[in-house]
């Protein structure tokens, strides 16, 4: 198997269609083991899948020490994108900065965790209300220019930061969250990204696991799991929900698949300027996610899906209130 390629941006990223979503091997979604993220890992590359997701601020430090010690050997077959912009102190996250000297700090952090000359993408993890976005692209631009980072991206920025940025250096993507459950990007983010020529990377493409069917309720998650805090896993909000994804399976059962792939192959067939990228620390799941690409939908397909799930037929934020306020709308 070897999945298709997407452009991300006008720069010259290209990247496999699918990419792998890295975090869950070193937090949010219980505990991993390193022997199978390690395999899963290598599993990706075989499997076509080059497009390796993480960010300093995970573990913190510990994923991208991971993604280093397994890509040792193979930086040419894989492209990795980080993200900086957090504070982080005695290993716990205490505030965000991207002040341009926290920037360059941070970036030689990820560069040796990496175990690596260059990151293939750099996001800003949050837009910083501190520090105006003119400073943050002009210091990424210098970073390029010294060879450091090859290309330059957001995450869940909103439409005035987007295009100023991109002003100053290239944005090649935006990585927010987009779903069949989650569609604030529809009516002015993803505008602006076509009209700019800018990719989208999707995160949280199966609504934290939630599309896939395979779920409990928030309660029967420890505290350490987001899913417990998640609203949409909650009480009369999981109930709910349940009931409003029921369409997904109903699709995955007619095509004789996964609920999961219907929700990936959804997002695939939204644009080819879209790259979700599916978070699993299970090889099992990742052979899933990937088989997902071959999978078409038809326009009534897409319909039936679209309206299910739109916004306002979903119960409960996507966050709780701490992590909205994070993000720049
Ligand atoms: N920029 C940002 O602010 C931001 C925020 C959140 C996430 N991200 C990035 O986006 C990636 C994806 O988002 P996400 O991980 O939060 O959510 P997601 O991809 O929607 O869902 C991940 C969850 O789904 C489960 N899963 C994956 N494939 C499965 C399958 N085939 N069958 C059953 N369960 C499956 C995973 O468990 P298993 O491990 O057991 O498979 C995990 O619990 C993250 O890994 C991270 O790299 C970025």
């Known amino acids: 198997m070897n999945l298709n390629k997407?452009?991300?941006?006008?720069?010259?990223?290209?990247?496999?269609?699918?990419?792998?979503?890295?975090?869950?091997?070193?937090?949010?979604?219980g505990p991993a083991d390193e022997r199978e993220s390690i395999a899963t890992l290598h599993g990706a590359i075989e499997l076509g899948c080059n497009f390796f997701d993480t960010a300093e601020n995970y573990g913190?430090?510990?994923?991208e020490e991971l993604l280093g010690k397994a890509f040792k050997g193979r930086r040419d077959q894989v492209v990795i994108a980080t993200k900086f912009g957090?504070?982080?102190?005695?290993?716990?996250?205490?505030?965000?900065?991207?002040?341009?000297?926290?920037?360059?700090?941070?970036?030689?952090?990820?560069?040796?965790?990496?175990g690596t000359e260059y990151i293939d993408l750099l996001y800003q993890h949050r837009v910083d209300p501190n520090v105006p976005i003119e400073e943050v692209a002009g210091t990424v631009g210098d970073l390029v220019k010294e060879g450091k980072v090859k290309f330059f991206g957001l995450s869940e920025a909103?439409?005035?930061?987007?295009?100023?940025?991109?002003?100053?250096?290239?944005?090649s993507a935006l990585q927010s969250e987009y779903s069949l459950w989650e569609r604030n990007l529809e009516p002015d983010v993803i505008?602006?990204?076509?009209?700019?020529?800018?990719?989208?990377?999707?995160?949280?493409?199966?609504?934290r696991g939630f599309l896939t069917g395979d779920i409990n309720r928030a309660e029967e998650y420890p505290e350490?799991?987001?899913?417990?805090?998640?609203?949409?896993?909650?009480?009369?909000?999981f109930d709910a929900?349940?009931?409003?994804?029921?369409?997904?399976?109903?699709?995955?059962?007619?095509k004789h698949?996964?609920?999961?792939?219907?929700?990936?192959?959804?997002?695939?067939?939204?644009?080819?300027?879209?790259?979700?990228?599916?978070?699993?620390?299970?090889?099992?799941?990742?052979?899933?996610?990937?088989?997902?690409?071959?999978?078409?939908?038809?326009?009534?397909?897409?319909?039936?899906?679209?309206?299910?799930?739109?916004?306002?037929?979903?119960?409960?934020?996507?966050?709780?209130?701490w992590i909205m306020a994070t993000i720049d709308r």
């Open 158 to 171: 909103g439409t005035a930061n987007i295009r100023r940025a991109h002003a100053i250096h290239p944005v």
């Open 191 to 207: 505008p602006v990204l076509r009209e700019l020529g800018i990719g989208l990377v999707t995160f949280s493409p199966l609504g």
């Open 257 to 321: 698949v996964k609920p999961g792939q219907i929700a990936l192959a959804w997002l695939l067939q939204k644009g080819n300027d879209i790259v979700p990228i599916p978070g699993t620390k299970h090889l099992k799941h990742l052979e899933e996610n990937v088989a997902a690409e071959a999978i078409m939908l038809d326009i009534p397909q897409m319909e039936a899906l679209d309206n299910a799930l739109s916004t306002g037929m979903v119960s409960g934020k996507r966050y709780p209130d």
């Open 60 to 63: 913190p430090f510990t994923n």
């Open 6 to 29: 997407r452009k991300l941006g006008s720069q010259g990223l290209e990247v496999s269609s699918i990419g792998l979503g890295c975090m869950p091997m070193s937090q949010s979604y």
């Open 86 to 114: 957090s504070i982080i102190e005695n290993n716990k996250i205490v505030g965000f900065s991207s002040r341009p000297e926290h920037i360059r700090k941070a970036v030689e952090g990820c560069l040796r965790r990496l």
């Open 241 to 254: 929900n349940v009931k409003a994804a029921r369409i997904v399976h109903d699709i995955a059962a007619i």
């Open 224 to 237: 350490s799991d987001t899913r417990h805090s998640d609203p949409r896993y909650q009480g009369k909000n």
